[in-house]
């Protein structure tokens, strides 16, 4: 089965600081995504990344920057963290195609201070 | 642009019950649709994926059915346990662009009561 997983599952973090979410997936998946959820707003999507060093912004990027270096690893960074951005952030997998299914990690919960 | 409905937010049965969670979308030109379920502060785990060209899938207990035409997915549960607890998203993917257009509903929060 596909494995993504979550550097963290827990952060606290202080206003102001740099952060990095760092995610992994271990079948050689071309896209990989970073997404926010938040009670009332569902998920919605910061980044989309659809091969090393390629990247897209999804609907809420303001804030936030990636970095795809490796194939498997895709790194969410928020340069400056604020209360606004505390929240649950999920990775998330795929492969290219139309049949692939989507896969996510058991998500990192962060709060900034 | 699409809008993905979950309707009722929250759900309470009993164990053993059966029972069916609906969403429902506002544009048919999709390409797959996707369910998943998430228990709290966890991430999501996919359960079921139907294609377009696909009326319905069955895993195990679950069976989820599409009607593109009217807009409409449905996931049954058959013989609702207590670990069945958690809530359900499904999630939309349309014709045009990849899984970075996907839309996601809001859910649906199921209580397996014992």
């Known amino acids: 089965d596909v494995k993504v997983t979550q550097s963290s599952r827990y952060l606290v973090k202080r206003t102001g600081e740099k952060v990095f979410l760092e995610c992994v997936q271990d079948m050689d998946h071309e896209n990989m995504f970073w997404y926010r959820q938040d009670p009332g707003l569902g998920l919605r999507l910061i980044y989309f990344s659809y091969d090393v060093k390629m990247k897209e912004k999804g609907d809420i990027p303001e804030g936030y920057s990636v970095s795809r270096e490796k194939k498997e690893r895709f790194s969410l960074i928020l340069e400056s963290a604020s209360t606004s951005q505390t929240s649950m952030y999920l990775c998330?997998?795929?492969?290219?195609?139309?049949?692939?299914?989507?896969?996510f990690g058991s998500g990192t919960q962060l709060s900034v201070l | 642009k699409q809008e993905v409905t979950q309707i009722p937010a929250a759900l309470s049965v009993p164990e053993g019950e059966n029972l069916v969670l609906n969403c429902s979308f506002t544009d048919s030109a999709i390409y797959n649709l996707q369910w998943f379920r998430q228990d709290p502060g966890k991430g999501l785990t996919s359960l079921l994926l139907i294609q377009s060209s696909q009326r319905e899938q069955t895993s195990g207990r679950l069976n989820a059915s599409l009607d593109k035409s009217s807009g409409r997915s449905t996931l049954y549960i058959a013989a609702s346990q207590p670990g069945d607890s958690a809530t359900y998203l499904c999630a939309v993917r349309p014709n045009s662009g990849g899984y970075q257009k996907v839309t996601f509903g809001t859910g649906t929060k199921l209580q397996v009561i014992p």
């Open positions: 998330a997998s795929s492969l290219r195609g139309s049949s692939e299914k989507l896969f």
